[in-house]
């Protein structure tokens, strides 16, 4: 027989969706009202155990009376009020016996006698609060009562155990003494004042602390220096001078310590990155010179990222332009410590491109190239230009190209065109074209044993093994790049440089930046990938037919379009005639005032659009742009005279002849039109060189080597050739070479009086005897009205 368990069967699904919402609200609020009763219940015994814990401290029993203390005298005394109180002799005896048997009882003791209920009475639920308060046995206070904190309350096996601590008291008197020595030393400072200094004494003591602060210095950095390891703990006493307080040396101080940091960071920071410890390292059992290292290491990392932070924070002040509350350093100082600071940084992303936080470094630099401050701008300028320059491999150069890049385009290409004028130089040169190309400088293969068993004796096989060892320890030695990893870094810079440049050319064409990105084309045009030749040569003609490009855009923008295309633009088939005729009819813009620095733009576009695309070129073409640099040599500054002369004499070298120019009575057909803009059309074979006549008297001796040089045939050797320093130079590098831009003559005069020999006459120095007695003596002549006699002058003259 199966015995059923009465067991709580659980509800369906469907009866529970047949309850009904009132019955589901009922149990809601029933649960409410538990949980509600049960919260009320533990907050009231909360309350009585606080009321239990109260009651047990302010009851305290009566210290119990030392026998020993009780003086017989008194003893006797109360005796006799005793019987004095209660005389028994007029009591009856009945009332005695009820007193004696009231004594025996146990509850004699706690009842009250003024009650006249029966002794086992139950005690009233509502006593009065006197009555209860009068039951209270009374204490004597000898001592001030403590005033206590009730801490949480202990519970065991006993119970609860109420705990609690007493409060500090304070005293109020020896607060009010020390009040009144402060008011006592407040007065005696009013009465006797601190007599100010004067000028004078005041410059003396500031350069007394001065002096004690640079032996400071001095005497923490020589430590440093002569063991870093032991003593990278100086570094931070020497950075928390970076916070001098004393107001008459604080500026100086922090400059001293700024520059003196980062002198010491050069010198002692190695020569690879630093990376943090992971866990199982740091766990690890290592000797005492690898904790020793690490140490040093940590040290080094950390108090160089602090010194940077200073650094950032020093130029966020001048920018912020806020007086600290300490207001040591006046806000005419913040711009002198941002400016230390700054060339710090500076120095810093040179000196230590390969250390920790150089990004951090970067992204600081590139915001300050664009500087309202003229100085600080061209501070940073010349930071990314060196280290362009010295970083052979490119990672450097990839980072700040990067944070450049996003920059321009963060503030809408309106930045300065120094910032882009940078790129210029960026060591880039080659760069990956084709994945194909990787297979011609693969890495040299060992042989292997069975290949060596092969071909090899013994005696060679030997030998061949200890010429493959000392291979590996020569790469090994090296520890050189690879050409791949350079080639691919330099790729990824050059694609960022050209976006920038691409987007530029598309959104803003008239930005004060397009000069920076034709200059910038045209030097890394050979890079550019042949899809983007056609678009770019079209953007560039429009650019020229707007009109809205100055003299020297416009020649970027040749000199661009001639580098597209005397690279992998060979293969395209473009005429570029309409960039021959706009350089052809520009030319005489050029003169020897503003646009004389064109002079070097226009030398290069000659050498890209002339000789180095000779086969390309007609004869036509190359006499007359002979003729029309001729022409332009007689109107510009001597050292553009000297560019131009040498390269006329590259192209006669270049194209044999145009030596008929040399000669006035050959004849043609048609006659020579100047004024014509097309180079193929305007007849430049019926002319002569007559300007290099007029050339060889000039006042320059360069020039008039030069143009005697053309006139004899620019020939190699004889009389007439040209020494080997002018020969071997290139047209730009003489350019150059005989700059007037310091306002003096380029080579000097020099003088054939004897009297004066080994003088100079240069043109800064113009108070020689000499020339001040030709002055003097031909004064008259300049004061009258009639016109002066130059020639006369001249050939008096012992010059």
Not at 199 to 213: S, W
Not at 225 to 244: A, H, T
Request: proline share 5%; net charge positive; glycine share 2%.
């Amino acid at each position: 027989m199966k015995v059923r368990r009465n067991k709580k069967q659980i509800p369906s699904f469907r009866k529970l969706i047949k309850t009904s919402k009132v019955k589901l609200e009922n149990k809601l609020k029933n649960k409410q009202f538990k949980q509600q009763s049960t919260l009320k219940k533990y907050r009231k015994e909360q309350r009585k155990l606080r009321q239990a814990v109260k009651d047990a401290v302010s009851k305290k029993p009566i210290p119990l009376e030392d026998p020993r203390e009780k003086q017989p005298g008194k003893r006797i005394e109360r005796e006799e009020e005793e019987e004095e109180a209660l005389p028994l002799d007029m009591m009856d005896e009945d009332d005695l016996q009820l007193m004696k048997d009231l004594g025996q009882r146990p509850s004699f003791l706690t009842r009250d006698l003024s009650s006249s209920e029966p002794v086992h009475a139950k005690k009233r639920k509502h006593e009065r609060i006197i009555d209860k308060y009068e039951k209270i046995p009374r204490t004597l206070q000898t001592a001030p009562e403590k005033e206590l904190i009730h801490l949480l309350p202990i519970k065991d096996k006993s119970g609860i155990i109420p705990q609690t601590r007493e409060k500090p008291v304070t005293d109020s008197n020896k607060d009010e003494e020390d009040q009144e020595a402060a008011r006592e030393l407040e007065e005696e400072i009013i009465e006797d004042p601190i007599r100010e200094l004067t000028v004078e004494e005041h410059l003396i003591e500031r350069k007394k602390k001065l002096q004690e602060k640079k032996m400071h210095i001095a005497a923490l950095a020589s430590a440093i220096l002569s063991d870093p390891e032991s003593n990278i703990k100086k570094l931070k006493e020497l950075r928390s001078m970076l916070m001098e307080q004393d107001p008459d040396v604080a500026v100086t101080v922090r400059k001293l310590v700024i520059v003196s940091l980062m002198e010491l960071f050069k010198d002692i920071t190695p020569s690879y990155k630093i990376r943090p410890l992971t866990q199982v390292e740091k766990s690890t059992k290592i000797r005492k010179e690898t904790q020793k290292l690490r140490e040093f290491e940590e040290g080094l990392v950390s108090q160089y990222k602090f010194y940077l932070e200073n650094l950032e924070q020093m130029v966020k002040d001048w920018k912020q332009r806020k007086l600290k509350k300490s207001n040591v350093v006046s806000l005419k100082a913040y711009k002198g410590l941002a400016e230390v600071a700054v060339k710090s940084l500076c120095e810093l992303l040179v000196a230590l491109p390969h250390f920790n936080f150089h990004n951090n470094i970067i992204v600081l630099i590139v915001p300050l190239m664009n500087d309202v401050s003229k100085l600080i701008s061209e501070m940073c300028c010349e930071a990314v230009k060196k280290l362009f320059k010295q970083d052979k491999l490119g990672q450097a150069s990839l980072g700040v190209v990067k944070v450049i890049s996003g920059f321009v385009k963060g503030r809408n290409y309106e930045v300065r065109p120094e910032m882009l004028k940078t790129f210029l130089c960026l060591r880039i040169k080659e760069v990956e074209v084709k994945k194909d190309t990787e297979d011609i400088n693969k890495p040299k293969k060992f042989m292997t044993f069975k290949e060596k068993r092969k071909t090899l004796s013994r005696m060679q096989r030997k030998w061949k093994k200890a010429e493959e060892k000392l291979e590996r320890e020569l790469r090994e030695a090296e520890a050189s790049e690879s050409t791949e990893k350079k080639f691919k870094l330099h790729t990824e810079t050059l694609n960022i440089v050209f976006v920038t440049y691409f987007r530029i050319l598309k959104k803003a064409q008239r930005s004060p930046l397009l000069p920076a990105v034709l200059e910038g084309l045209a030097k890394f045009a050979h890079l550019i990938n042949v899809e983007f030749f056609d678009d770019l040569l079209v953007v560039l003609h429009t650019l020229i037919e707007s009109g809205d490009l100055s003299y020297q855009e416009s020649l970027h923008c040749v000199q661009t379009a001639f580098h597209i295309l005397s690279g992998q633009g060979d293969v395209l088939n473009i005429d570029p005639m309409k960039f021959y005729t706009h350089l052809y009819k520009t030319l005489f813009k050029l003169h020897a005032g503003a646009t004389n620095e064109g002079v070097e733009i226009v030398l290069q576009c000659l050498d890209v659009m002339l000789t180095k695309r000779r086969k390309q070129v007609s004869q036509q073409r190359a006499l007359a742009f002979v003729k029309r640099l001729c022409t332009l040599a007689l109107h510009v500054l001597p050292n553009s005279s000297i560019g131009i002369l040498a390269t006329t004499r590259i192209l006669m070298h270049t194209f044999p002849k145009t030596d008929l120019l040399l000669d006035s009575e050959s004849q043609g057909s048609g006659v020579f039109l100047p004024e014509l803009d097309e180079p193929e059309y305007c007849n430049a074979q019926n002319t002569a060189l007559w300007e290099l006549y007029a050339l060889r008297r000039h006042y320059h001796p360069i020039v008039q080597k030069l143009a005697a040089h053309l006139i004899a045939g620019a020939p190699s050797e004889g009389c007439e050739a040209l020494k080997p320093e002018l020969s071997r130079r290139s047209a730009v590098e003489l350019f150059e070479a005989y700059s007037m831009a310091e306002m003096t003559f380029n080579p000097p005069v020099e003088t054939s009086n004897p009297k004066i020999k080994g003088k100079v006459l240069q043109g800064d120095s113009f108070l020689n005897e000499d020339l001040n007695q030709l002055i003097k003596r031909y004064s008259n002549e300049l004061t009258t009205e009639s016109p002066l006699d130059f020639t006369k002058c001249l050939k008096t003259s012992p010059y």
